[in-house]
């Protein structure tokens, strides 16, 4: 089996890479990556001598390139990783969201097409069921939820998504989805909120939460989310849109104070900052389809996995060190100032 594993050298990616290499001994896992600010080829160090796992640096919007690795390679299935992932740079840039998540979705699918597949799976989110309002908590995103996105990213990724289900029913191509909410754990990207605040926290840095910090997330180890498309890929119907989430509604705000006790710092460090435009109140998948056909369940609790991310980032303070000391500071400067 080789699988073809796009965005491998970021988050959720580089997790996934790891997970499939260890439970598959046998199986040949290539990682296609253009490593933009968000991939890190250190954080695949751990693999690269490994014989059934090899690097290649190319976009996904690169058609000869994707389909010379196609011919290369002749994978059996790719998992689509690859994009644009942060919502706020969206807002500020829209145009590279559109090239990567959509567009580079339709170059995969096309080689796809032209070499054949047993399974392209697509990585969504349960941003593309835009939000829940907070007084509502009886209310959850199912597969059936209509699509109805905030933001310049969701709505990159709705586009996407309504592609491949196209090329499913227009050519046959046998296709998957997930739509996952918000994950956490190791390798998680500075910019995003619970590896932002454990980094400003260890540095005394002020933690900047946007608006009033009611906003919802329904936060998910990363591992389960792994787990949870190493079973669609292998044991989930073609044609279909599988929900992951794991009941673990949080407030932004309880999130931050539990970093801070976690980390023995003061809950004075919390600034309140402008709100995101478009901010999404609230997050909560329903994930019955998918415990009931293929038996997933979340296995980490996340009173575990924060400590255990934590501890992480304690752990291993070069990987995100360099990352916020390199071009991320221009970032951070424009998005919050010089704090
Ligand atoms: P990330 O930003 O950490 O990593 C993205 C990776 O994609 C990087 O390695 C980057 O170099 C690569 N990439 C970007 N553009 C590329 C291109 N044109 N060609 C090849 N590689 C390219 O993202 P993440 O948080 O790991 O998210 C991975 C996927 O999961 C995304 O599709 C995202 O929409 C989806 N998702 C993320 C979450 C979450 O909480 N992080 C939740 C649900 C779904
Ligand atoms: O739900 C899945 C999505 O989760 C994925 O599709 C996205 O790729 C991923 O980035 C994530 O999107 P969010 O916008 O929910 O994640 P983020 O970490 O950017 O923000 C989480 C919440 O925290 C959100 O309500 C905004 C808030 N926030 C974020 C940052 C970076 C703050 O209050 N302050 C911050 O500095």
Redesign the pocket.
């Known amino acids: 089996m080789t699988i073809i594993v796009?965005?491998?050298?970021?988050?959720?990616?580089s997790n996934f890479i790891f997970h499939m290499l260890d439970k598959y001994p046998s199986y040949r896992i290539i990682c296609?990556?253009?490593?933009?600010y968000?991939?890190?080829l250190s954080t695949l160090e751990p693999v690269m001598d490994n014989p059934n796992f090899r690097f290649a640096k190319?976009?996904?919007?690169d058609r000869n390139a994707v389909y010379k690795l196609f011919e290369e390679e002749h994978p059996d299935i790719v998992v689509?990783?690859?994009?644009?992932?942060?919502v706020d740079r969206s807002i500020e840039n829209p145009e590279v969201f559109l090239?990567?998540?959509i567009k580079?979705t339709a170059v995969l699918m096309d080689a796809c097409r032209k070499y054949g597949i047993q399974r392209y799976h697509q990585?969504?989110?349960?941003e593309v069921y835009g939000d829940l309002p907070l007084d509502r908590p009886d209310l959850f995103f199912t597969e059936e939820t209509p699509i109805h996105t905030s933001s310049p990213y969701s709505s990159s990724?709705a586009a996407a998504d309504l592609l491949v289900l196209a090329y499913y029913r227009t050519y046959g191509l046998p296709v998957s989805i997930s739509r996952?909410?918000?994950?956490y754990g190791p390798y998680?990207?500075p910019e995003?909120l619970i590896p932002l605040m454990i980094a400003n926290a260890l540095n005394d840095k002020p933690l900047p939460v946007y608006g009033k910090g009611e906003n919802v997330r329904d936060w998910l180890y990363v591992e389960d989310?792994c787990k949870a498309i190493d079973l669609i890929i292998h044991k989930g119907r073609v044609g279909e849109v599988y929900n992951v989430g794991g009941h673990n509604e949080m407030q932004n705000i309880d999130i931050v104070k539990l970093i801070c006790k976690e980390l023995g710092k003061p809950e004075s460090l919390i600034t309140y900052v402008a709100d995101r435009k478009g901010h999404d109140m609230r997050y909560a998948i329903d994930p019955t389809k998918i415990h009931s056909e293929l038996g997933w369940l979340p296995e980490t609790k996340f009173a575990d996995g924060i400590k255990k991310t934590i501890q992480w980032y304690l752990d291993n303070k070069e990987w995100w060190e360099t990352i916020i000391s390199g071009e991320y500071q221009n970032y951070y400067e424009k998005m919050y100032g010089n704090r």
């Open positions: 796009t965005g491998g050298a970021g988050f959720i990616g296609l990556d253009c490593l933009t968000a991939g890190n190319i976009s996904i919007t689509n990783f690859a994009a644009e992932s942060h090239d990567t998540n580079g990585v969504s989110t349960d990724k996952c909410s918000n994950n998680h990207f995003k989310h």
